[in-house]
Nanobody, 122 residues
Framework: QVQLVESGGGLVQAGGSLRLSCAASGRTISSVPMGWFRQPPGKERDFVASITGSGGNTYYADSVKGRFTISRDNAKNTVYLQMNSLKPEDTAVYYC???????????????WGQGTQVTVSS
């Protein structure tokens, strides 16, 4: 079973930056398309960004395009999300997981991780 551990969240002022990490264990994810999702308080979990197994292609939700960058280090079995120019509406719990070939739908491994909280103050 794959276990995913998200980290790097925190409290930041609007305009600030954070870098999230998603470390996988249990199997290699080097050939697996991966994505980041977020769930604001009281709302559904939504797609944020995704990356193909090789890292050659990425895809972003319109709300984060130009501000967030997804990347991966397959040697470390880790996926990252660099978040710049953060806005209060980016406040959410952020999760990573596998995505389907459409690069926007979650194709969950056995479960979601615990996520990492990002809070952006105005």
């Amino acid at each position: 079973q794959v276990q995913l551990v998200e980290s790097g969240g925190g409290l930041v002022q609007a305009g600030g930056s954070l870098r999230l990490s998603c470390a996988a264990s249990g199997r290699t994810i080097s050939s697996v398309p991966m994505g980041w999702f977020r769930q604001p308080p009281g709302k559904e979990r939504d797609f944020v960004a995704s990356i193909t197994g090789s890292g050659g292609n990425t895809y972003y939700a319109d709300s984060v395009k130009g501000r967030f960058t997804i990347s991966r280090d397959n040697a470390k079995n880790t996926v990252y999300l660099q978040m710049n120019s953060l806005k209060p509406e980016d406040t959410a719990v952020y999760y990573c997981n596998r995505v389907r070939p459409d690069l926007t739908s979650a194709y969950v491994f056995s479960s979601w991780g615990q996520g990492t909280q990002v809070t952006v103050s105005s």
